[in-house]
């Protein structure tokens, strides 16, 4: 099969490169502004039926320059969520290295497990009682937040008059009114209609590029959201096996296609 090489990589694509992570530049942040970065990651669970371990995550690197939108695909079951659990801290690796930039929020794929409070304005300021903020910027962190994912005009909502989309962009603005510098966003559109879809990869791609500060890393089956994403990261059966700019992961995975298929009939 001739597939695309993917060995090119632009300028503002830096591909991984695990000797840069050693365990002291992961207290102090990673070099060259890398938001994101994992380095042999594995992980295994033990099923205790049978008292036996069973690997999810083989061998996994990455490396995400910060202020980037990248997409993170491959079959299911092939270890895309264990990763982004890993990379937000919610499961620890077997084995490997990882470094996230803080502060990191995980947004999960059910809009309904997102928002906690009666209406939109208190939903997004409901994580800000942390921090010791006036009132007034209470309010400016808000508006700001929720027009970086075009909700302006949605802020005195009850929450339960939104859609799934609308959901899951009031529980992103949250986030961003924490100031989070990495989102990572598990499989969002799976139970969003066509418009919520492009409604909610659209207030992502805003949202980076309203803060140079915010780097995403968004889980996805769909080919087509690549078209909003500066780079993906293709796996299977736990292992990374391509990254890149993402009109050649694109074609990568539309070449795998096509050849299962012709292989199929
Ligand atoms: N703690 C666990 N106990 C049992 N099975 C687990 C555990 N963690 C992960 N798995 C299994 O590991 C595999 C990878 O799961 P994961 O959810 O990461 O895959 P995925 O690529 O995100 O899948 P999908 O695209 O279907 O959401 C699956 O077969 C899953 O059932």
Known sequence: MNLPSLTYFPQKLVPPLC????????????????????CNLKFSFTATRQAKVVPVLRDCSLRIP?????????????????????LAGLLNPTSGIVHVNEPKSFVFQNPDHQVVMPTVDADVAFGLGKF???????????SRALHAVGLSD?????????SGGQKQRVAIAGALAEACKVLLLD???????????????????NSLDTSA????LWVTHRLEE????????????????????AASIRSFIEAKQSEYLSNAY
């Open 226 to 245: 690549l078209e909003y994403a500066d780079g993906a990261i293709y796996m299977e059966d736990g292992k990374v096996v391509k990254y890149g700019d």
């Open 132 to 142: 010791s903020l006036t009132n007034d910027e209470v309010r400016s962190r808000v």
């Open 66 to 86: 910060s202020g980037q939108f990248w997409m993170l695909l491959g079959p299911n079951g092939c270890g895309k969520s264990t990763l982004l659990k890993i």
């Open 19 to 38: 000797s840069a992570l050693t365990n002291s530049t992961r207290s102090s942040g990673t070099a060259d502004n890398i938001a994101i970065e994992g």
């Open 187 to 205: 499989e969002l559109t799976t139970f969003l209609d066509e418009t919520d879809q492009v409604g909610v990869i659209k207030a992502v791609r």
């Open 154 to 162: 949605y802020e005195k909502r009850s929450v339960q008059t939104l």
């Open 213 to 216: 500060e915010v780097t995403a």
